[in-house]
């Protein structure tokens, strides 16, 4: 892929005690694709910032924890701000591969596309391959026929961390108003159907080990019944029984 020359390309990236990480993931992004990189430190105790400004990365860091729906708006806002068409979160913690950049980018650079989600479940085989515990796995599955059947959507998974969005799509959504915490992520696609925005997938490899960031199991319970809530408010809002403002322009 060749990225069109007027077209400004962003990645962020979200990061929280991702030193021991931040290197590798940072030398795998085709570069010649990308015409900056954003990093966000949601006040780590590792010393993230430290090794970004060594790698030569422009960080900004919290220096109190937002959590992670939090670092995302500020990535996103400061994405916007330096003039970015196309956003791509990457997270630095090395479980996506940033390899998968241009295919990510393609549909958006195309006018195909407003969101492109990097997919670990169109070959859900490859995702239990590169160690996706099982419980996750099944409630990837579960949470994900839960969210087609409310939002008339096919997509293999919601719960990506390997996104892009167009200039147009975080200019349209009210990502503000989302939560600060996990579930954020889940109320960016249910705002881009709302919207009536394009989603489109593409299939991506995922390894999980000791030093990539991972959710536990209870906090993935809670994720899990958030983004049910999440669902109940839209319909809520869809069918006119009261305003959800994550729904309003």
Known sequence: MVKEKTTKVIVVMPAYNA??????????????LVDEIILVDDASRDGTQEKAQEL?????????????????KTCYTEALRRGADIVIMIHPDGQYDPAFLGPIIEPISAGKADVVLGSRMLHKKKALEGGMPLYKFIANVFLTAVENIVLGNRLSEYHTGYRAYSRHFLETIPFMRNSDDFVFDTQVLVQATHFKMRICEIPVSTRYFKEASSINFGTSLVYGLKTLWVLVRYLAHRFRFFSCRLFLP
């Open 56 to 72: 030569g990365i422009p960080c900004i860091r919290h220096y109190h924890n937002l959590g992670y729906g939090g670092n995302q």
């Open 19 to 32: 030193s021991k990480t931040l290197r590798d993931t940072y030398e795998k992004i085709p570069h010649d």
